[in-house]
Nanobody, 118 residues
Framework: QVQLVESGGGLVQPGGSLRLSCAAS????????MAWYRQAPGKQRELVAG???????NYAESVKGRFTISRDNKKNTLYLQMNSLKPEDTALYYC????????????WGQGTQVTVSA
């Protein structure tokens, strides 16, 4: 059974930082393409950042230079370091592992809330 469990969200002032974690079980994060998505109220879910098995990263234009995606293979955990946070970064952040093997589903965590407000 695959589980993705996010943590690290919270309330932070503009300009502050947070680090989100996604602890995975049932899959090996180092061989999957892993990603972070977010969804703000009334908006569609959007890709924030992704990382391939080879370590290549991609970012939404709105977060480039401020967010960094990474993983710890020993801990089987995905991270999102978020710096210089803005109110428009407020959203529910989800960890995602798209299918890798034919038997895989499209796996999602339950989400962690990030609120950027003074």
């Amino acid at each position: 059974q695959v589980q993705l469990v996010e943590s690290g969200g919270g309330l932070v002032q503009p300009g502050g930082s947070l680090r989100l974690s996604c602890a995975a079980s049932g899959i090996i994060v180092s061989i999957y393409y892993m990603a972070w998505y977010r969804q703000a109220p009334g908006k569609q879910r959007e890709l924030v950042a992704g990382i391939t098995s080879g370590g290549t990263t991609n970012y939404a234009e709105s977060v480039k230079g401020r967010f960094t995606i990474s993983r710890d293979n020993k801990k089987n955990t995905l991270y999102l370091q978020m710096n210089s946070l803005k109110p428009e970064d407020t959203a529910l952040y989800y960890c995602n592992a798209p299918p890798f093997r034919p038997s895989d589903g499209n796996y999602w965590g339950q989400g962690t809330q990030v609120t950027v407000s003074a």
